[in-house]
């Protein structure tokens, strides 16, 4: 068994059974499934999001074993990514609780708690309105730079996302958003990997996601050309002669996203 806990959780569990206590959380739910709990809560008056791991069963493994998808099998992953991503200076989310216990996988319960960030907005719902409403140049330019460092930062931590998506990186807006002052957190790890080093398949992967979740944002080749030199860190010129194959990978990669996501959303289940 593993248990952290941090205040205020700290202090009103002392003497309790966390994983009883953690059941018995009341507040808006984000997502509910038989084997997993999403949930926004408030205690001692700040913002926290809950994630409850219930174990998924020897079928669900096994199904996601003969199609090539690691499991995702308590909420252990995401607090090691978060770990990571922290010692490596990629903004994150803030853990103050996580519990894991049981040996079984199919079986094991698991909790992850972190401080609700905000005010933010997600750069999916910020990004919206672009291809009517332009923004200034240099706050995209800024934005593209910033997502260039954070998903670098985050590769070179040895973590890869597997849901890379722009929904995924939260803007901070306590304070005018402007070039010059902008900050980013990226959040919803709770599928990632995180390894010694990133294979190039699994960066290759996140890149895709990354490139299809902001196709209809209105981005001109310039600013993909940007967000590649913010990313490799190198001449673009060496960039487009060394990731030539990446390159191609990502715009048939990003196709097949969205013919799955088209196939989704017409079954009535989007990603």
């Known amino acids: ?12 569990w002392a003497g309790r059974d966390a994983f009883a206590e953690v059941e018995r959380l009341q507040g808006q739910v984000y997502r509910e499934l038989e084997a997993r709990r ?19 069963g020897w079928g669900e493994i096994l199904k996601n074993l003969l199609t090539a998808r690691a499991p995702v099998l308590g909420a252990a992953q995401e607090w090691r990514a978060l770990r990571r991503l922290t010692e490596a200076g990629v903004p994150t989310m803030t ?41 200034a140049p240099r706050l995209k330019r800024a934005l593209i730079a910033e ?27 306590d304070r005018p958003v402007e070039a010059d002052s902008l900050r980013l ?21 996140d890149l895709a ?30 960039i487009l002669r060394e990731e030539a194959r990446l390159l191609a990978r990502l715009e048939a990669q990003a196709g097949r996203l969205l013919a799955r996501f088209q196939r989704k959303a017409a079954e009535g289940n989007p990603l």
């Open 95 to 135: 853990p103050v609780a996580f519990g894991e216990r049981g040996g079984n996988p199919a079986r094991q319960h698991s909790f992850l708690i972190t401080e609700e960030l905000a005010p933010t907005v997600s750069l999916e719902d910020f990004c919206l309105d672009w291809p009517n409403r332009p923004p």
């Open 1 to 12: 068994m593993q248990l952290i806990l941090s205040e205020p959780f700290k202090s009103l």
């Open 38 to 56: 999403t949930l926004r809560v408030e205690v001692a008056g700040r913002g926290y999001f809950v994630k409850i791991h219930r174990g998924i």
């Open 185 to 205: 957190s990226l959040i919803d790890l709770h599928r990632a990997q995180t390894r010694a080093r990133t294979p190039r398949r699994w960066r290759d992967k």
């Open 147 to 173: 997502v260039a460092r954070l998903t670098a930062g985050m590769h070179r931590a040895g973590v890869n996302h597997r849901d890379c998506y722009i929904c995924h990186f939260l803007l901070h807006t």
């Open 209 to 238: 996601a990354l490139y299809f979740s902001a196709l209809d944002i209105g981005l001109t080749r310039r600013d993909k050309l940007r967000f590649l030199r913010g990313y490799f860190r190198q001449p673009l010129r060496q």
